[in-house]
């Protein structure tokens, strides 16, 4: 099946760095791929969706400034989250779409980046 | 605004017996629906997806789709242990659009 890896999968920083995390399908060509968020307890939100070659589409409510996200080629998305805050603490997973073999709507998930912002 | 509603739970089963996970979404426009099974601290994993209305089997799961009530359920049958998780619903509107997810069914199966 279509494999996504994250990294890192844990992440600790300081309050007003910037964190950087890796999406990237292994054995498919992703052209979309999405950033979902995950608070303790609650489900996951979608953040925004990553097209290969151009901006992404954010969700109502996310920051793009903060956000930063880069979809530079087929099998790699970037999140960067610009001046963390605690609130900012959370597990950031992102999924990509496997056109071919997959049906119109299936995703793969990676398996989640833990930032903990102190 | 897209919405889909879970019960939250938990649902406490016995092992062997049919666990039943119901699952209500607003947007009529909705095309796609899919379950994931969710451990704790780990991302979802896809169990099964469904497009068209009626019922979808696969192994020891069967996803029901109802379009017109605007309602998704997923039946597992011989709960085992191992089924214990949260249970996602997820719907999409087709294309490339996210996920919208719901809060999730903690299941419990009891041994």
């Known amino acids: 099946g279509a494999v996504v890896s994250q990294h890192p999968s844990r992440v600790i920083c300081k309050s007003g760095t910037s964190v950087k995390i890796e999406c990237r399908s292994l054995?498919?060509?992703?052209?979309?791929m999405f950033w979902y968020r995950q608070f303790p307890k609650k489900s996951l939100m979608l953040m925004a969706t990553?097209?290969?070659?151009?901006?992404?589409?954010?969700e109502q409510g996310v920051e793009k400034d903060k956000f930063l996200i880069n979809h530079a080629s087929l099998t790699l998305s970037t999140l960067t989250v610009t001046s963390a805050h605690p609130e900012d603490s959370s597990f950031y997973i992102c999924s990509a779409r496997d056109l071919p073999a997959g049906g119109p709507g299936e995703q793969f998930f990676g398996p989640g980046t833990r930032l903990t912002v102190l | 605004q897209k919405e889909v509603e879970q019960n939250s739970g938990p649902l406490s089963v016995p092992e062997g017996a049919i666990a039943s996970l119901n699952c209500t979404y607003s947007?009529?426009?909705?095309?796609?629906f899919f379950w994931y099974r969710q451990y704790s601290g780990k991302s979802p994993e896809l169990i099964m997806f469904i497009y068209s209305n009626g019922d979808k089997e696969d192994g020891r799961f069967t996803a029901q789709l109802n379009k017109a009530s605007q309602y998704v359920s997923l039946l597992i049958r011989d709960s085992q242990p191992s089924d214990s998780a949260t249970y996602l619903c997820a719907v999409t509107g087709g294309g490339a659009d996210g996920l919208t997810f719901g809060k999730g069914t903690h299941l419990i199966i009891q041994p």
């Open positions: 054995d498919f060509q992703a052209t979309t």
């Open positions: 947007d009529r426009g909705s095309q796609s």
């Open positions: 990553s097209n290969e070659g151009s901006k992404a589409t954010y």
